[in-house]
T-cell receptor, first 111, second 115 residues
Framework: GQQLNQSPQSMFIQEGEDVSMNCTSS?????WLWYKQDPGEGPVLLIA?????ELTSNGRLTAQFGITRKDSFLNISASIPSDVGIYFC???????????FGIGTKLQVIP | DTGVSQDPRHKITKRGQNVTFRCDPI?????LYWYRQTLGQGPEFLTY????????KSRLLSDRFSAERPKGSFSTLEIQRTEQGDSAMYLC?????????????FGPGTRLTVL
């Protein structure tokens, strides 16, 4: 099935550093979502974006809905060890429709 | 706990056997979704329900797969004559739907291993 282009696919960073990851699609989405998944668990919703150009923060996390509606990015500031996990972007064409996921960015934080 | 729950968390079965998974959505969420996730990939949509009506099915959902949500609350996903390629994490999600919010909240998943 279709999956979004998400980059980077993995990254190692030092504790305290900022992290940036992005997601692009060939299709327009009306909603962009960012999830985090720990091993053996389901994805947990971090941020939801509903308007083109919207910039939303959740603690140390900031995400933006691209103007073209075909991209989004997520920033994590001042990373800590518990930020380790896989981050997925996801898009919805309409509010009731299925969510299409990226392949994930695996984040590892070195203490 | 008021989140989405799934049962069982793990299932090991032999090829050719039938398996059934259960999902209990967040109370009063009228939309329920099933996804499949294989190693190194993001979740892929299988099907979704608005109350008890199954409104969309992915091409990934072969004839061996069937999902039900008989009373608009919990849902079951059955796989008949399992194959090794069915090994994956099966995730359930729910959302309020309509004007109540479209964010999908996921359960912990059922990991299926077909030997």
């Amino acid at each position: 099935g279709q999956q979004l282009n998400q980059s980077p696919q993995s990254m190692f960073i030092q504790e305290g550093e900022d992290v940036s990851m992005n997601c692009t699609s060939s299709s327009i989405f009306n909603t962009w979502l960012w999830y985090k998944q720990d091993p053996g668990e389901g994805p947990v919703l971090l941020i939801a974006l509903y308007k083109a150009g919207e910039l939303t923060s959740n603690g140390r996390l900031t995400a933006q809905f691209g103007i073209t509606r075909k991209d989004s990015f997520l920033n994590i500031s001042a990373s800590i060890p518990s930020d380790v996990g896989i981050y997925f972007c996801a898009g919805q064409p309409g509010g009731y429709q299925k969510v299409t996921f990226g392949i994930g960015t695996k984040l590892q934080v070195i203490p | 706990d008021t989140g989405v729950s799934q049962d069982p968390r793990h299932k090991i079965t032999k090829r050719g056997q039938n398996v059934t998974f259960r999902c209990d959505p967040i109370s009063e969420h009228n939309r329920l979704y099933w996804y499949r996730q294989t190693l190194g990939q993001g979740p892929e949509f299988l099907t979704y329900f608005q109350n008890e009506a199954q409104l969309e099915k992915s091409r990934l959902l072969s004839d061996r797969f069937s999902a039900e949500r008989p009373k608009g609350s919990f849902s079951t996903l059955e796989i008949q004559r399992t194959e090794q390629g069915d090994s994956a994490m099966y995730l359930c999600a729910s959302s309020l739907g309509l004007a109540g919010g479209n964010e999908q909240f996921f359960g912990p998943g059922t990991r299926l291993t077909v030997l």
